[in-house]
């Protein structure tokens, strides 16, 4: 992954496009086929946690979605939380804007 997307979590690094893949197939998995991305979000304790951003709506039952996540994913590595985003944005070359929180 590029190292501008690391997210340093508790001392472990993070790099979502690794772990991009694998949270694909589970959302896929729930039938969730969504647009998607992982980010960090400053943590008083752990210096960041990782976030899932998600486009559209609330998943209706989100706390299942994150025991999901959990069990297919590396410790340090499951979104603590889910961030809701109307649009996930592009550039014009089509690489994703990862937005910071």
């Known amino acids: 992954g590029r190292a501008d997307n ?3 979590t508790g001392g ?3 790099h979502p496009e690794i772990i991009e893949p694998k949270i694909a197939k589970v959302l896929s ?4 086929a969504r647009r998607f991305y992982i980010a960090a979000k400053p943590d008083d304790r752990l210096g960041e946690k990782v976030v899932l951003v998600l486009e559209g709506i609330k998943v209706k039952d989100e706390a299942f979605l994150l025991e999901l996540l959990k069990r297919e994913l590396p410790a340090y590595n ?3 939380e889910i961030i809701y985003v109307s ?4 550039t014009d070359t089509g690489k994703l804007i990862r937005m910071t929180f």
Do not use: D, R, Y
């Open 87 to 90: 649009k996930i944005e592009f």
């Open 29 to 32: 998995t729930a039938s969730l």
């Open 78 to 80: 499951n979104p603590t």
């Open 6 to 8: 690391v997210i340093n």
């Open 12 to 14: 472990v690094k993070v």
